[in-house]
T-cell receptor, first 115, second 110 residues
């Protein structure tokens, strides 16, 4: 049973446009929701993360919107650039002793930003 | 600080063999998690170790095991390899909530 569902699988956006990736989760015990960016040949790198007591968090061009009642969260990339072309993963986890070391990932979205 | 390092980076094994992968976390990080990444299943959580104790475990068969040493370095072992074990194995370390991933070990089982 997939606990975190991510869509779309792939996304093509023009340079300067907005990229939007959506995720839905099932387990209401999740209390930490990060987004990771992965380039080919590299491990995932944390972009931005949110906890359920906040509905939105912005860091530079990246914004997470969180809807606790709908059990959904999304990543918005403003002014998308060709350098943003990568695979993006949403994830969720439950607190355990202060760490979030048991991330459950979505299947990923391959973003391609056309110049 | 140096990042998470994983060795070896690439590995080729045959079915039935066993393999041990190594992970050195960022200095000061006591939590180490392991993930398997495949094109079909994506990123799947294997297990997490904290202070030499397994704290969380994903839904993988007992052929997958791990351990953590007193210096926080971790190893994972896969016994009786199957073709389906071919994957990128990622290690991540954390001090608090942010997990920092290594580059992974790419395992090919023939």
């Amino acid at each position: 049973q997939q606990q975190v569902k991510q869509s779309p699988q792939s996304l093509i956006v023009q340079k300067g446009g907005i990229s939007i990736i959506n995720c839905a989760y099932e387990n209401t015990a999740f209390d930490y929701f990060p987004w990771y960016q992965q380039f080919p040949g590299k491990g995932p790198a944390l972009l931005i993360a949110i906890r359920p007591d906040v509905s939105e968090k912005k860091e530079g061009r990246f914004t997470i919107s969180f809807n606790k009642s709908a059990k959904q969260f999304s990543l918005h990339i403003m002014d998308s650039q060709p350098g943003d072309s990568a695979t993006y993963f949403c994830a969720a986890s439950t607190s355990n002793g202060g760490s979030q070391g048991n991330l459950i990932f979505g299947k990923g979205t391959k973003l391609s930003v056309k110049p | 600080k140096a990042g998470v390092t994983q060795t070896p980076r690439y590995l080729i094994k045959t079915r039935g063999q066993q393999v041990t992968l190594s992970c050195s976390p960022i200095s000061g990080h006591r939590s180490v998690s392991w993930y398997q990444q495949t094109p079909g299943q994506g990123l799947q959580f294997l297990f997490e170790y904290f202070s030499e104790t397994q704290r969380n475990k994903g839904n993988f068969p007992g052929r997958f095991s791990g351990r953590q040493f007193s210096n926080s370095r971790s190893e994972m072992n896969v016994s009786t390899l199957e073709l389906g074990d071919s994957a990128l194995y990622l290690c991540a370390s954390s001090e608090k909530e942010t997990q920092y991933f290594g580059p992974g070990t790419r395992l090919l089982v023939l």
